[in-house]
Every structure is written in structure tokens, then in C-alpha cells.
């Protein structure tokens, strides 16, 4: 699965923790922050340091469920 626009993906997904979460998407350098306050969500890029860096293909796999963070970082497609 490739991701064409991942702000609108990340956000779109739904998360039942609130908080931020800034994360490298490797493979791409990109670097997004991801923030949820319950009901309202948003994911922006950003200049901040990140806290998980990924695969394109890591991400996608947590955006749809395939995989949890962990077996990505099993695998070495992510670091925290």
C-alpha cells in the first residue's frame, strides 16, 4: 500500500489515546506530528525531533492494521 497523502491518512485513522507523537518517515525525511484531542485530530509536518523514525511501509502497516510498532521494530523497518 502506498500512502499519497499521509497528513490526511494519519489523521483520518482515529486514536483513543490523547497526546502528540512526532515521528521520521525515513525513506521519504519527512518529519510529522501527530496530535489528538479525542475527537479532533491532526497531523502536520514538521521541523521538530522526532521520537519513532520509520519506513514508508512501516507506517502503512500501522495506519491499516497489518502490523503493531513493535514487529516494525522487530524487523528493522523502526526505531524509537
Known amino acids: 500500500v502506498r500512502i499519497l497523502d499521509r497528513g490526511k ?17 525515513t525513506d521519504r525525511d519527512e518529519t ?5 484531542r479525542g475527537a479532533e485530530t491532526t ?3 514538521t521541523t521538530k525531533r522526532p521520537d519513532v523514525r520509520l519506513t514508508e511501509s512501516a ?4 495506519l491499516f492494521g497489518a502490523q503493531p510498532l513493535s514487529h516494525s521494530i522487530w524487523l528493522g523497518d523502526a526505531t524509537c
Open 32 to 36: 510529522w506530528t501527530l496530535s489528538s
Open 43 to 45: 497531523a502536520k509536518q
Open 9 to 25: 491518512a494519519i489523521a483520518a485513522r482515529g486514536y483513543a489515546t490523547r497526546g502528540a507523537l512526532t515521528f521520521q518517515i
Open 59 to 62: 507506517l502503512a502497516s500501522l
